[in-house]
């Protein structure tokens, strides 16, 4: 659930099915001072809620620009132990870094560390329609979240 903190109002309530070790969510401010939300988890649209599997990590994009979309990032069937959201080249920038390896209660094993560009998953990715309205092409979503401004809080 996402609410505005001006007016407490509800901007965003869905259910994403996630495992106990799934990351936590990160924001990003954007330059028109709103926040994009990532958030790992596994939509399932209404009516196909059977789960006969563990949850994919899935990665997802939210923001209240546009509160009937989520925008799929990235599927991961990686381990991924951290996660973080940061803007580099000084609020510029937009990308995640992931840190991938075996879970604590896992053997030893490899570890990995990977940055992402946020623009190019954004470029990449699958637009859910959480409404049955669909106000805008998938394309055009697509590029307005590709062109969008990230702002640092420091």
């Known amino acids: 659930m996402i609410v505005e903190s001006g007016s407490g109002a509800v ?32 939509y399932q649209a209404a009516g196909n809620e059977t789960r006969s599997r563990a949850p994919l990590q899935k990665l997802y994009l939210f923001h209240p620009s ?9 599927n991961s069937t990686d381990q991924i132990i951290a996660f973080s959201a940061t803007l580099f080249e000084r609020s510029r ?3 995640y870094v992931l840190l991938r390896g075996p879970q604590p209660s896992e053997e030893p094993g490899s570890v990995s560390l990977m940055k992402r ?6 470029s990449e990715s699958r637009v ?5 309205v669909a106000v805008d ?15 640092s809080r420091v």
């Open 117 to 122: 560009k946020l623009k190019e998953d954004v």
């Open 11 to 42: 901007q965003w309530d869905l259910k994403l099915n996630a495992r106990a070790e799934s990351p936590g969510p990160a924001t990003l401010s954007t330059a028109d001072h709103r926040s994009a939300f990532l958030i790992w988890g596994e």
């Open 93 to 95: 920038h937009a990308c």
């Open 66 to 74: 546009y509160t009937n979309v989520l925008l799929e990032l990235r």
């Open 137 to 151: 092409s998938e394309q055009y979503v697509r590029d307005r979240l590709y062109r969008m401004r990230f702002h």
């Open 128 to 132: 859910i329609w959480l409404s049955q």
